[in-house]
Nanobody
């Protein structure tokens, strides 16, 4: 069974940076495509970014493109979300997700495509 544990959330001022981590265990990390989603109270879960298992392809929501990156370390079984130039509207609980993937170039942007989810980490950006 895959387990995902997010960490790195916190309070930061607008314009600042945070790096979230998602520790993967239970299966072979390099066989799983990964993604980050976020959710605020009363709103639908929102796609943030996704990456193929090989790390060669990634996709970002327009709202974070150019500010967030998605490094993954297959040797350490960790997915990161590097968040720069943070804005108050980035405030949310951030979740990482995983799904088994046969293709090293596929990423998935629909939450229903993912099998496993972490418990989430809160990010709060003050203005």
């Amino acid at each position: 069974q895959v387990q995902l544990v997010e960490s790195g959330g916190g309070l930061v001022q607008a314009g600042g940076s945070l790096r979230l981590s998602c520790a993967f265990s239970g299966r072979t990390f390099s066989s799983y495509a990964m993604g980050w989603f976020r959710q605020t109270p009363g709103k639908e879960r929102e796609f943030v970014a996704a990456i193929s298992w090989s790390g060669t392809t990634a996709y970002y929501a327009d709202s974070v493109k150019g500010r967030f990156t998605l490094p993954r370390d297959n040797a350490k079984n960790i997915l990161y979300l590097q968040m720069n130039s943070l804005k108050p509207e980035d405030t949310a609980v951030y979740y990482c997700a995983a799904r088994l993937s046969n293709s090293g170039s596929y990423y998935y942007i629909d939450g229903s495509d993912y099998t496993f989810w972490g418990q989430g980490t809160q990010v709060t950006v003050s203005s």
